[in-house]
């Protein structure tokens, strides 16, 4: 029994009250192993005397995992790339497209305000997620390249001046890099790098000692999609904030993984992208603290983002209008907000637990094949990765492993730079394979993963 | 079916077709018979499949279209080598055998000097890196030579030398990607800048054209019976890669400044043309060193020319050409960097 995105009865008129809509579905959505942790636990009970895995049970929620490719079945290891999307998630983005799809904000009429209701419900759900205390200090964007360009272009260039340092590491992604370079030629601020200690993570004492009164921004990952480290941002928010510098944190890699509170961290902005975290792709989100906000100018100019329009100026309106300029991805928001319910419903303490157990597995069968070098630190007691690995075998190219690896085995890894160039370059390779897992991944795809790479790897040794 | 590999990175992408869909499955008995020999080792499977001259593995009608109505080229159009090793590949049926017999090629291809492992030389769209490097033999046919960090993409620069090195431009020009099809390595034919395979054959191509058009330019270097080189100087600077367009017969009609002017006169008053183009497409070498360089930066540095004139009759190309060049001395001093030319008899149009 599979959970597959169920073809709805039409209906011909809307009942008129909201919530009488969502509970003719309920049914329905009870029978797909989906959405309620009740029914989750129904089938553990029913199951065999084994406990089934938390991926063994997610994976029926996932269709797309349940195919062959290249004659093989599909091992799909690339979520730190893009995750899959379960049945209820597919379900509300039809749903609203079918039901109640209309603009928002704008109309009078029934679909806009129930759209417009979906829209802010979602809104609400995000910030619920990442417990932000206001879901006015969420703004929906594009993505988290298009947040962190938002807060360079917004925030960067009204507060950015010459001489003004504003700190990275050199395992960023380029959506953390590129936009901190284009705003500092025009502003005059400097860019400073942390480098990497010899456990491959970044040197956090370094980092502690650039802070200065120069420091005005730090922007740094979370968790790294190259190297599975994380950073302790509750720190850096401490250090920087002694001396007045903001904290942005691109937690793309972590909001999806594990249990991200940014009233606990204290982050100053914080991005994130709903195709990482179960949602459909076309939306992300910035969270920002209230009052940074409000002094923000607007990023893009529009519809929407505006109070009054005269021929010769315009009044803006509040956050986080004043950053959503023209019509949103109101079906893939409210998409968004159901992959928040279907992640909150299982419980991210719970997913967190599982990845960390399946990331060692990962770690330790990986590495315990002949001639491969893991890039990042060793799990330890104090050291936790996330569950990926990027890695490289000796003497073997990674797209050569890439391309054998899908045809012959329909294992899914990707292979390149992983959009961190510099980070690469300062570990002095070209590029590098990555295995990355998700919740719905099982111990079997780790096994099928080592077994497949261990036939790879011979198979171009033969070659030597 | 099989997810494609993103764009975000570039790749050089590399797919089969599996077995039981490949449309070659017409192919006669015979060759199939072959293929389920019992193959000891890999080496084995490819020395037996060396060993096998074309006669056996039938040879595709032409212009088939088997399961897709896409119309193929031809495989006749390939150069001789190519079509060779297309056959190869059409007869080994197995994926795995394929990538067997791509990384066989791969190893034997002769290693590239560290010195030619250039910018201009590196393909471009790809994570592995690919270097082509080509130049004319004594028979001004283009020779390949090329080398890369990944196996795969090895194999399949070393089919692409194989297959057109020792060939003569006009022929390697006609080659289009489809012959990959051909082979059964499903290499997405996708004209984007993730396509590793499609760049370095246009790469190839871009290279082979642009030997020629400097042989053009500079005359031969090659000892002829005209003892005398014509001495011109063009190439101060050797031009980087032509930027030319992919389509080569685009002609943007680009209205002629001064200099262009100045040339056609002094073409129509001193070799009394029946015809005379004068096409300045300095536009395709806006990039290089030498354009940027040059004095009188009014643009106008490549000409195509197009002479149909009484007065080369009798004359050998060499000298026709010569003739041009001393007629535009003064412009190739003074910042007009080179000459594409076409030199007839009104006999021979």
Known sequence: MEGVAMKLPSFKTLSPTPISVASTFSIRRSFSFARRSSSLSAATITADSEPVSLGHRARKDFRILHQEVNGSKLVYLDSAATSQKPAAVLEALQ?????????????????????????ELARKKVARFINASDSREIVFTRNATEAINLVAYSWGLSNLKPGDEVILTVAEHHSCIVPWQIVSQKTGAVLKFVTLNEDETPDIDMLREMISEKTKLVAVHHVSNVLASSLPIEEIVVWAHEVGAKVLVDACQSVPHMVVDVQKLNADFLVASSHKMCGPTGIGFLYGKSDLLLAMPPFLGGGEMISDVFLDHSTYAEPPSRFEAGTPAIGEAIALGAACDYLSDIGMPKIHEYEVELAKYLYETLASVPDVRIYGPRPSESVQRAALCS??????????????????????????????????????????????????????DVDSFIVALADTVSFFNSFK | MAASISSSCCVSSLRLIPFKRTFFSSVNPPSKNLILRPIPSFLRTIVTFQKIPTGIVSPLPASSSPSSSVDLQPIEELPPKLQEIVKLFQSVQEPKAKYEQLLFYGKNLKPLDSRFKTRENKVEGCVSQVWVRAFFDEERNVVYEADSDSVLTKGLAALLVNGLSGRPVTEILRVTPDFAVLLGLQQSLTPSRNNGFLNMLKLMQKKALSLEVKAEEGTSESTTDEASVVEVDLESKPPSVVEVEESESVSNVVALGSRGMRIR????????????????????????????????????????????????QGKSLVKRHRMVYDLLQEELQSGLHALSIVAKTPAEV
């Open chain 1, 95 to 119: 749903t609203y497209y079918e039901f109640y799809n209309s603009n928002v904000h704008r109309g009078i009429h029934y679909l806009s305000a129930k759209a417009t209701d979906e829209f």
């Open chain 2, 265 to 312: 006169e002094k073409l129509e008053k001193e070799l009394n043309p029946v015809e005379l183009e004068v096409e300045d497409v300095s536009y395709q070498h806006a990039g290089h060193a030498a354009v940027r360089g040059s004095a009188g930066a009014d643009g106008e540095t490549h000409f195509n020319l197009r002479v149909v004139s009484d007065a080369f």
């Open chain 1, 391 to 444: 890695f490289n075998v000796e003497g073997l190219h990674p797209t050569d492993l890439a391309t054998f690896l899908d045809q012959q085995h329909g294992v899914a890894i990707r292979s390149g730079h992983h959009c961190a160039q510099p980070l690469h370059r300062y570990l002095g390779v070209n590029a590098s394979a990555r295995a990355s897992l998700y919740f719905y991944n099982t111990k079997e």
